[in-house]
């Protein structure tokens, strides 16, 4: 078996790595939908947000140092620092469960994790700082929860684990399925602990650092939690075995096809009768990812869900695949591992080659100049740039000709793409972004434009749209400007060719303002 010595120094050879690569694919590729939108989090302050709790905009905050530095690194460093302190806990975990290999096995699965490495390792998403706070209280479960003495120490860890949840709650809601796991495990396997004060102050204290998102659930007729649960509501929806394919290929796919099958090995072995809870480790593990799993592909039988809401349940299996693996092998790198990382590494290859050059042709692409690139979803992370420059070229024009008066705001449609122009068009030209349609539309837009003081009647504004998701100006119904110009249009190229355009219109004149829907959602 390798020296613990050396595993310790391959452990953090491979943490500078992978922060390495992944800070240079952070900085090399715009930001997506959902990462631009928490960025206008961090714009706005608030004690909780109409899709998700504030953790994410508070690192955003810092690691952006008060958002003086707004480059998509610094944006997404968050990221790249929580999924290097991961490799860290998660080896923690894998190494209580047996020894350093297998603790080093379990880094290895987590950094060849499509979900790991890029989507919460990345990109900043809730899941980033979300997945530090489950994998720190997974690790003070493993020592607390077996504890049948109840001894000092792990009664002050208890009030660790309070803590973690709590941050964990204030990243993300799906975190409340690992507090669940807690008191189910307890109540199945310790009731010991039900009779301490400590386990109910580390609840309290979870329960308190989540209040201000309740208090803002509260004061807005608590519109993010009826949002999330119509989400994965399953009344009056008829069986849909192809959502249920996409969920489960999606999870193949972020979990990397690879470290699933091992996953899978290891919990057939782990959930047959001769091997069913002989370790109290191993059934937390099981206890606090199954759930979630299970969960959203029911849910996904019904209706369409998303594969990284599970992510959490994956990461915490990955423990259990790296015992299962070390139980076959004593090797530094088995085989399985290699495949592994080869799996990530083709991935990554070809999905920045693919960003970069288009060098394979989107089947289904339009002719249409109006709907030139919508098919390609690569394009999501690739042109916003040349839209920053462009649009600051024609604003000047037209404001130093007199025509649009300076700071003049810029009009969208839906959530996004309205992050997206307030990060790439609006703030790098000190002007703001407003959004037009129902809630389930424009989300915290909903309470941005109450911020800016809402549409003014008798004013201008700009309006964006693209070929990848084109909407004339006309669709911005019931608001109405008098006079619409004929579009700008910027083009962005792909290796030298025409990727999509964007149209730069300006809006004149407002005479009919729109609903304030939340106004509309709450009367």
């Known amino acids: ?34 990462e631009v939108y928490y960025w206008t989090y961090s714009l706005y302050p608030s004690l909780s947000y109409f899709d998700h709790p504030p953790m994410v905009a508070w690192l955003i905050r810092i690691f952006t140092f008060n958002l003086t530095f707004n480059h998509e690194l610094f944006v997404r460093l968050a990221a790249i620092v929580a999924a290097t302190v991961n490799i860290f806990i998660i080896y923690s975990i894998g190494k209580k469960l047996r020894d350093e290999l297998t603790g080093w096995y379990a880094a290895l699965l987590y950094t060849g994790s499509v979900y790991c490495f890029i989507i919460s390792g990345t990109f900043i998403l809730p899941d980033s700082p979300q997945t530090v706070f489950w994998l720190a209280a997974l690790r003070i479960m493993l020592d607390v929860f077996p504890d049948k003495e109840l001894t000092a120490v792990n009664r002050k860890r208890m009030l660790v684990l309070g803590l973690m949840l709590g941050l964990g709650m204030l990243s993300k ?13 307890l109540l199945v396997r310790n009731r010991k602990w039900l009779a301490s004060w400590q386990f109910y102050f580390a609840n309290l204290v979870a329960l308190l650092l989540f209040a201000p998102v309740i208090i803002w659930n509260i004061q807005n007729s608590f519109i993010s939690f009826a949002f999330h649960g119509e989400r994965v509501a399953v009344a009056g929806n008829l069986l849909n075995i192809s959502s249920l394919l996409t969920e489960l290929a999606g999870e193949v796919l972020y979990t990397n096809p690879v470290n699933f099958i091992i996953i899978v090995a290891a919990l057939v072995y782990f959930l047959r009768k001769k ?7 191993r059934f937390i593990l099981l206890l606090s990812g199954l759930p979630i799993i299970l969960v959203f592909l029911i849910v996904s039988l019904f209706r369409n869900t998303l594969p990284h809401w599970s992510g959490p349940g994956y990461l915490t299996l990955i423990p259990l695949a ?24 083709l991935l990554l290859s070809i999905s920045s080659v693919q960003i970069l050059t288009g060098f394979v042709k989107w089947p289904g692409e339009s002719n249409d100049f109006f709907r030139k690139g919508e098919k390609d979803i690569s394009l999501e992370l690739y042109g916003w740039r040349t839209l920053t420059k462009e649009f600051r070229t024609i604003a000047e024009q037209y ?20 992050a997206n122009l307030e990060y790439y068009a609006a703030r790098p030209t000190g ?8 809630l389930n539309s424009i989300h915290q837009y909903a309470f941005v434009n109450q911020q800016h003081g809402g549409f003014v009647l008798n004013t201008d504004a700009w309006y964006i749209t693209s070929s990848r998701d084109f909407m004339p100006p006309a669709a911005l119904k019931p608001l109405y400007y008098n006079n619409v110009s004929a579009p700008d249009t910027i083009t962005v190229t792909r290796g030298s060719k025409p990727a999509y355009y964007f149209f730069v219109y300006r809006l004149k004149n407002l005479q009919t303002k729109p609903a304030n829907p939340l106004r509309v959602s709450t009367d």
């Open 1 to 34: 078996m390798l020296d613990k010595i050396i595993i310790k120094r391959y452990l953090f050879i491979l943490a500078a790595i992978s922060a390495v690569i992944r800070a240079m694919l952070a900085g090399s590729f715009a930001l997506g939908n959902d």
């Open 173 to 185: 809601y799906t975190t409340a399925f690992l507090w669940a796991g807690m008191i189910i495990y």
């Open 275 to 281: 091997n069913r809870g002989n370790d109290s480790r």
């Open 322 to 345: 790296a015992f299962w693996l070390r139980s076959h092998t004593t090797k530094r790198m088995p085989k399985q591992l290699k495949a592994s990382f080869a799996f990530l590494l």
């Open 399 to 418: 404001e130093s000709e007199g025509i649009m008066k300076p700071n003049t705001p810029i009009v969208s449609y839906r959530w996004f793409p309205a």
């Open 431 to 438: 002007r703001y972004v407003l959004a037009t349609g129902g």
